[in-house]
């Protein structure tokens, strides 16, 4: 049984002018041990997709169709106690955003990560819980005694790795990680990987790791998705997809990052930007951007479709 089965799942924000349909038909699949990278431009639905599983969308945020298969349950219909109590934290758990925002202020960090832990599981006395923290601050590189510290106490990459601690604290199934670099520098930012890599083979955890950036799912992943303009348009094997992309834009958002392997040369960006999600192009939504757009593509949208073994794109190219 997969840990985590989403199925055909579309999700709209709705504002005054309509709705926004932010993702759309996005299926795919994790085990256990299995990380994957979930890939595209900003706007493109990635932190939409992860904050569904989780059912933390904002207030304005529907799930209007799809299934997620969470260790064998669907948890679209179950309710939000239910979701409280046996999902959030103690099956799925999420680094959010922005170390530098995500701690609060005003409570000690290690206080935060005991309240973490007791929200989730309220039978477990506050010192069981401080021990637990004292340990999952030694577990990612953090010395126990700093638990009384407040946030501002803390370097940007101290921050991080506090709140990896504070999203295993309920020893979940799968971990989700939106743009764990973000804001921090390039030496740090390789020590909070490092510290994930690890983590994950430790605990054989199931990991997401949302990134723009493809070097940073490279060193985790072994699958990732691509999303452009709330579609998934790639998925499946990471190796594969990076040695021979099928979609137009993984061929571009590929080449649109520099290799330090390849010879200089000059960065490619795509032309144009991602269409208004409140009214996007009929068909493939890459086509206003795409060199190769055909007539088809302009009227019927590509369904993912196997090209090789867990290699999967959406493209009218690749059944023609
Ligand atoms: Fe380009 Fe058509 Fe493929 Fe879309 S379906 S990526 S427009 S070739």
């Not at 038909?25 to 569904?52: I, Y």
């Not at 099928?246 to 061929?251: A, D, F, K």
């Not at 990052?257 to 960006?269: C, G, H, L, R, T």
Request: with cysteine; hydrophobic share 40%.
């Amino acid at each position: 049984m997969s840990v985590l089965d989403v199925k055909d799942l579309s999700i709209y924000y709705y504002i005054g002018r309509g709705a926004v349909r932010a993702a759309e038909g996005v299926s795919f699949k994790l085990e256990k041990g299995e990380a994957m990278g979930l890939a595209g431009e900003s706007g493109c639905g990635k932190t939409t997709v992860a904050l569904s599983l989780l059912n933390i969308l904002p207030a304005n945020g529907r799930i209007v169709n799809g299934e997620i298969f969470v260790n064998g349950t669907n948890i679209v219909d179950i309710d939000e106690s239910q979701m409280r109590k046996d999902i959030r934290w103690k099956v799925i758990s999420m680094v959010f955003q922005g170390a530098m925002n995500a701690l609060n202020p005003l409570y000690k960090v290690g206080d935060q990560i005991v309240e973490a832990i007791r929200l989730h599981e309220p039978d477990v006395f506050k010192r069981e819980a401080k021990e637990r923290t004292a340990k999952l601050l030694e577990m990612v590189g953090i010395e126990p005694g700093r638990a009384d510290n407040y946030p501002h106490e803390f370097s940007g990459g101290m921050k991080q790795r506090a709140l990896i601690a504070m999203a295993l604290a309920n020893n979940p199934d799968l971990v989700i990680a939106d743009e764990p670099g973000t804001a921090l520098d390039v030496i740090v930012q390789a020590q909070v990987l490092r510290l994930m890599k690890e983590l994950k083979e430790r605990l054989d955890l199931s990991m997401i790791m949302i990134s723009h950036d493809l070097s940073l799912i490279a060193e985790i992943c072994q699958k990732i998705s691509i999303m452009y303009a709330g579609h998934l348009v790639e998925y499946g094997d990471i190796v594969k997809i990076f040695k021979e992309p099928l979609h137009p834009y993984t061929v571009d958002l590929i080449e649109s990052f520099p290799s330090i392997k390849a010879e200089k040369q000059e960065m490619v960006s795509i032309p144009g930007s991602p269409p208004d999600l409140l009214n996007p192009p009929s068909g493939c939504r890459f086509n206003p951007r795409c060199k190769y757009a055909m007539d088809v593509c302009r009227k019927d949208q590509p369904q993912l479709a196997e090209a090789s073994k867990n290699h999967f794109a959406a493209c009218h190219l690749i059944k023609s």
